[in-house]
């Protein structure tokens, strides 16, 4: 009974190392096809350390994530060979998106996330560098009157001008030279004898209005005949 203990107990004992050490031997083989995305976040607009707690770095849309550290660096582990999307989220503050591009040897690309032309390739620096690309505005700001909004209203506009040239043009005209007050003379006198000319329809209506008469008074002579 001692001895098919003692046997029982090695066969176990062979089992339990067997199962860890494949267990140990899946851990490496997974270890080695996974990879590590790192960069930086940095915004230049403040110097307050108060976004890097609120600061988040998500991978396909959260598939992987990741927190800032105190210099603003990341690392997120755990990565198969692929491409992926890398987005920073900020409450304040907005980031362009980066995509990464991870061979099955672990070597790294770093491209402009292009969703329109994605065969126009435009490769940026890895390990990745994030920068503010302007401030996240949630509100529309209202507008707030103006006074040149006044001033350049069309309707202002068409009673202002007039008045304005009947102001100037006068005061032009006494501080003119009297040459050139003879040559605008002339010109409106030029103007006058034009508008005094009789208007085309006007001489037609009363040509043909005569011929009208005519024929008229004739009918009449014959029926008196």
């Not at 208007?199 to 009363?206: I, Q, Y």
Request: charged share 25%; with cysteine.
């Amino acid at each position: 009974m001692i001895i098919s203990a003692y046997i029982t107990l090695f066969f176990c004992t062979i089992v339990i190392q067997k199962s860890f050490a494949d267990v140990i031997e899946s851990d490496i083989d997974s270890g080695e096809n996974e990879f590590q995305i790192t960069g930086r976040v940095d915004i230049s607009s403040t110097s307050d350390k108060d976004w890097v707690p609120n600061t988040k770095i998500f991978v396909d849309g959260g598939d992987y994530f990741g927190y800032l550290k105190n210099d603003g660096s990341f690392a997120i582990n755990g990565i198969p060979s692929g491409s992926y999307i890398v987005e920073v989220s900020n409450p304040n503050f907005i980031f362009e998106s980066v995509r990464v591009d991870i061979t099955s040897k672990g070597k790294m690309r770093a491209r402009k996330l292009n969703t329109l032309r994605p065969s126009n390739v435009k490769t940026m620096p890895y390990p990745l560098e994030f920068k503010e690309r302007t401030k996240a505005h949630y509100f529309q700001t209202r507008e707030q009157w103006r006074l040149t909004d006044f001033l350049f209203n069309p309707m202002v506009l068409t009673m202002v001008l007039p008045l304005l040239l009947i102001m100037v043009l006068p005061k032009m005209m006494n501080s003119a030279d009297p040459e050139t007050q003879k040559e605008m003379q002339t010109q409106m006198k030029a103007l006058n004898e034009k508008s005094s000319m009789p208007d085309m329809s006007e001489m037609l209506a009363s040509f043909f209005g005569s011929d009208t008469k005519k024929s008229s008074k004739t009918k009449s002579t014959k029926r008196r005949s």
